[in-house]
């Protein structure tokens, strides 16, 4: 059967009626197509009017980089001129807009649309407002599943199972994703619970896309794609593959046509099989962001020096920042929200530490430096730029070792609420993908609303309590679950400048404190709740509240002694790091003894060892007492293999090791050493 709004639907409808037969579609007549040069261009109002009455449009973008907004313009102007079309679906998994009149705000018109099923609303008020007043059906669904699901949609499976969104707002036991009385009222259900193995996941509904709004830099007359010139790639092939699949049309804006045949094959990103409308765009309609009409740092064209980044005015969320930046480990990969966290990569700038860590964003940047604001999602000197759903596979799965991420609201459980303000909605993003999976989550925020801080000598001064309170005892909107996390043990902090909470079992527990601030008056008289303190909150670094640079360079990449040692029982062997350690005091070598002596000693067993010994180096003074130490540990030993890269130092310890009678032979590699541990 044919559908009224398949391709061939639409054709028929075409010769039907007369006011639509004006459209000149090339793809309408295929013979005729063949033969004209222009191929698949059209102009704007053209395309738009392929769109009919109640049709499902999917629309690229993140905030404004890969937006169409040419063809929103026209679509907007089509309505206010015919009434037509009317009743549409919009699904977009970022936020697409400037907060005020441009991206989706151009359709945020009742009567043109009738249903959204989104990851974020906040960067288009209008749509709000139709939500807020129960104009049309509303369903907030996280970005990454969003995403995925076009993927889904698009190879023609029912839906996407995943375990993102349980314990959240998303969840039916919950809202379900919906977020006005209309649609708990009369939307049907798209997130549905379902049990595998045992587990509880969710299954969120395929549907059918009747349209795709995506843009690219170059198109030839064949359709084809390229995207030399943009920011980002996002999932526009997802889309477009959705899309052509559903039986929809596939409507392209680009800046440019280059001859057929012309294009780089390998520099096509949607190909030309799925693309039936090519549209040339205003240049006041395609900048590369909503902030930035061209950078070719932002396409990867090349890049910036990084000492051109002005550090962060000394503030209250420079000191949540600073706090922040101490939860960064050598060679993490982070992912920073919007807002208050892009300030730590200023703050990992400023400390010379951004190098140790590899910065991501949901919109597919690895490496580099993510910006901020109407630039968001955009970013410099990038290692690679891959697709939105690759990205969100990446995440789901583990690969984020920590997200900082904002937050407005905290209960007594650890939830967090970044979704839902009183009448406002402004949607999750890529929050609940984030922070459900990222091995550690950061929090960061101010511990209440509409306050003024300062800091003197050294110590935080409340000049003013703030009037909204943040740590509540509900919050509103669950966007993330504390007794999920709490399920998963994963480790979550909540950093403002006053003081930091952690996660445990019972909820939220009070565990620093800054300078200056009193417990009972700024901190528990200042929630709604009382948070767990098992022993007095320590002092927060007293470096986090002063001008100077921090230097926690050195404290990043240096390991912990007790981190230095680590025994496998599997395999009984016991690995000892001391890689770029500097033995300075008899303190140190009393530590390490007491550390090899508090793993070992209760074993009852010997141990086969391997040492680690590159770019180790102990004060000469030390050398006797050290080697000492050494002969203490081996009676640990069933066999032992040192190494160490540096020739100078294996002659040296190795010498010192032989005239006490301790086994001296030290390898020039881990795979050498090994091999003779394997070998013995």
Request: with cysteine; hydrophobic share 40%; proline share 6%.
């Amino acid at each position: 059967m044919q559908g009224p709004y398949s391709k061939k639907g639409r054709v028929k409808a075409m010769a039907e009626n007369t006011p639509v037969k004006k459209v000149k579609h090339p793809m309408l007549d295929p013979i005729r197509a063949m033969h004209m040069k222009k191929g698949k261009i059209v102009t704007a109002e053209d395309a738009i009017q392929l769109i009919r009455d109640g049709d499902t449009i999917v629309t690229a973008g993140f905030v404004g980089a890969g937006f169409a907004e040419e063809l929103a313009i026209h679509l907007k102007e089509r309505f206010l001129q015919t009434g037509k079309p009317r009743n549409l679906t919009l699904t977009y998994p970022a936020g697409q807009g400037d907060g005020k009149t441009k991206g989706l705000n151009h359709l945020a018109i009742e009567g043109l649309v009738g249903r959204i099923i989104c990851g974020h609303t906040g960067l288009t008020p209008g749509l709000g407002e139709l939500v807020n007043a129960n104009k049309i059906l509303a369903y907030n669904i996280p970005m990454g599943v969003l995403v995925q699901l076009f993927r889904d949609i698009a190879a023609g499976k029912p839906g996407n199972l995943t375990h993102v969104g349980l314990g959240t707002f998303v969840d039916p036991r919950v809202d379900g994703g919906k977020l006005n009385e209309l649609t708990k009222t009369k939307g049907k259900d798209i997130v549905k619970l379902m049990e595998v193995d045992g587990k509880d996941y969710l299954f969120y509904k395929a549907f059918p896309i009747n349209v795709a709004f995506l843009r690219g830099t170059t198109a030839d007359p064949d359709g084809n794609i390229t995207m030399e010139k943009e920011a980002l790639t996002l999932d526009a092939l997802a889309m477009a593959t959705a899309a052509r699949n559903c039986g929809g049309i596939v409507i392209v804006q680009v800046e440019r046509i280059a001859e057929r045949g012309t294009l780089n094959p390998r520099q096509v990103k949607v190909p030309g099989i799925m693309v039936d409308c090519v549209v040339v765009a205003r240049p006041e309609n395609h900048w590369q962001t909503f902030g930035e009409p061209y950078s070719p740092a932002y396409s990867c064209e090349i890049k910036v020096p990084m000492q051109d980044i002005p550090p962060m005015e000394m503030s209250p969320r420079k000191i949540v920042c600073r706090r922040a930046a101490f939860e960064l480990k050598p060679n993490s990969i982070v992912n920073l929200g919007i807002g208050m966290p892009e300030g730590v990569s200023k703050v990992a700038h400023e400390e010379r530490i951004l190098e140790y860590s590899t910065l991501t964003a949901e919109s597919g940047l690895i490496g580099g430096l993510p910006m901020g604001g109407l630039d968001f999602g955009a970013g410099v000197n990038c290692d690679a730029l891959i697709d939105e759903p690759c990205q969100f596979d990446f995440y789901d799965g583990g690969g984020l070792d920590i997200a900082f991420l904002g937050m407005a609201e905290v209960d007594q459980e650890g939830n967090v609420n970044v979704s839902k303000f009183g009448p406002r909605f402004t949607g999750p993003g890529g929050f609940i993908d984030i922070s459900q999976n990222a091995k550690k989550v950061c929090f960061l925020g101010m511990f209440t609303a509409g306050g003024r801080i300062s800091v003197v000598d050294g110590k935080l001064i409340i000049n003013q309590e703030g009037r909204e309170r943040k740590f509540v005892r509900q919050v509103e909107h669950k966007t993330f679950s504390g007794r999920h996390a709490a399920s998963k043990k994963q480790p979550v902090l909540y950093i403002t400048a006053r003081c930091v909470f952690s996660l445990c079992e019972e909820g939220l527990e009070l565990i620093e404190i800054a300078p200056g601030i009193d417990l009972e008056t700024h901190i528990l008289g200042a929630m709604d709740f009382k948070p767990i303190i098992r022993k007095p909150p320590k002092l927060m670094d007293p470096r986090l509240f002063r001008l100077p640079p921090m230097g926690i360079k050195d404290d990043l990449l240096t390991i912990p002694l007790e981190e230095r040692f680590t025994y496998h029982a599997a395999e009984n062997v016991f690995f000892i790091n001391l890689e770029n350690y500097y033995v300075k005091s008899s303190e140190d070598i009393q530590k390490m003894k007491e550390v090899v002596g508090g793993i070992l000693a209760p074993l009852g067993k010997k141990v086969h060892t391997i040492a680690n010994y590159d770019n180790f180096n102990v004060s000469p003074h030390l050398i006797d007492e050290y080697v000492e130490m050494v002969k203490y540990a081996a009676g640990f030993y069933d066999s032992v293999t040192r190494y160490t890269t540096s020739t100078f130092l294996r002659m040296k310890l190795g010498d010192e090791l032989q005239k006490r009678g301790v086994a001296p032979h030290i390898y020039e590699s881990r795979e050498e050493a090994r091999k003779a541990l394997a070998d013995g």
